[in-house]
């Protein structure tokens, strides 16, 4: 049992519910799609320029993270709306400040992403 006296669910709920709030996520949130797609470019392109092994993790640390911040978004921005639906200052605060979570990551992975990739692009031609 847990602090408040109730029953710890099976893990596999835990996991289920997991892949479930990011199945969710891909089924109705666009960006994350936008996300998706990009990240399956930079796989075709990995494969087709043969990156080292280091370049496929930094590849995959960047996709999580910027998935991962993705999901994060989604929620404060669902836990928002939840809470209010006024336009009030704290609930604009936390949802741009969220967005702006994924934009700095995400640029932060096409700049990395321009270092792994633009010489062996430039190499080729």
Known sequence: MNKKGRKHEPLYKSFGYAFSGIGNTIKDERNIKIHLACALLVVIFGVWLRISVTEWFVCLLLFALVISLELVNTAVEAVTDLVTE??????????????????VSAIIAVIIGGFIFLPKLIGIF
């Open 86 to 103: 006024e336009k009030r200052p704290l609930a604009k605060k936390a949802k741009d400040a969220a967005a702006g979570a994924v934009l």
